[in-house]
């Protein structure tokens, strides 16, 4: 249930942001984590429900239909808690910052919302979304969870920073080795969680790693994604807490792709989840 209305997928962006900013020897802000899970709570509802009723996928629909079916008997709701998510978003990211140059937070909500509709809020027609277009379907939903957990960690830093002042911070080494990892690991469970979508993506034209390439592949190629995810977390911390990250990460990843489940998702997002917990808990012992 927490997976169908998107409570899930939110919670794994947050997780994303909490593993980044360990890495990155940033604090956890709170009001950071929760600015994320508005923001991927509402995109990610919007992508199943849309804004408008014929804008909703038919590959979704027949991917997941009894998710699909609960959802859009109450859309309307639906569409009205999401809207309430991207307000309330935008007011913390309001509040990021103590002046105008440092309250570009509060942009990242309708950038994300808008972006997620470029990326596939209609039916594909004759042109190919990028939601379509093998290796661009991973790769987007990587960079979009990737920057989205970055920009709120350093958003909520300190008083607050400007965008140039982020980007700056961004350059350093740690901080993008430590966005990288997040991006890596990220792109391989993108590429696990389109498993559960494989045969709706190829009747209608999606090109994703399973459904363009197989299975078994697309279980190596994942594989390979977090393991590099994992490699980049030491060399972005290359302490007991990094090589404590890294174990944790490869050790799941290994697992889950020898078990190979039949549907995906809801572990690959519920994985991240619970290693950003434990991490939490041991970042203390760790300084």
Not at 21 to 34: C, F, T, V
Not at 108 to 119: E, I, K, T
Not at 135 to 155: E, G, M, P, R, S
Not at 160 to 186: H, N
Request: charged share 20%.
């Amino acid at each position: 249930m927490l997976g169908e209305v998107a409570v899930l997928p939110a919670i794994y962006a947050a997780a994303a942001a909490a593993v980044f900013a360990m890495l990155a020897e940033l604090a956890i802000d709170p009001r950071g984590l929760a600015f994320v899970v508005l923001v991927a709570f509402a995109v990610y509802l919007l992508d199943r429900v849309k804004w408008r009723d014929g804008w909703i996928d038919p590959a979704d629909l027949e991917a997941h239909p009894r998710r699909q079916q609960r959802l859009l008997r109450h859309r309307g709701g639906w569409r009205l808690l999401a809207a309430a998510a991207l307000l309330a978003a935008t007011v913390a990211g309001w509040w990021s910052g103590e002046s105008l140059a440092t309250r570009w937070l509060a942009a990242v909500p309708a950038a994300a919302a808008f972006g997620a509709f470029l990326y596939g809020g209609r039916p594909r027609g004759s042109i190919a979304r990028p939601k379509d277009l093998i290796w661009l379907k991973n790769l987007a939903v990587a960079a979009a969870i990737a920057a989205l957990a970055i920009a709120a960690t350093l958003a909520f830093h300190g008083e607050g920073v400007t965008p140039f002042e982020a980007l700056d911070a961004l350059a350093a080494p740690p901080l993008a080795l430590a966005a990288l990892a997040i991006s890596a690991r990220v792109a391989g469970d993108a590429i696990w969680c389109d498993l559960d979508d494989a045969d709706a993506d190829r009747h209608h034209r999606t090109e994703s790693v399973p459904s363009r390439l197989g299975a078994r592949a697309a279980w190596t190629m994942g594989l390979l994604a977090c393991l590099a995810g994992a490699a980049l977390a030491v060399a972005a911390r290359p302490d007991a807490f990094g090589l404590t990250a890294a174990g944790m990460a490869t050790i799941g990843s290994i697992a889950l792709s020898l078990r190979r489940p039949s549907r995906v998702r809801d572990l690959a997002e519920a994985r991240l989840a619970i290693e950003a917990s434990v991490l939490v808990v041991l970042a203390w012992p760790f300084g």
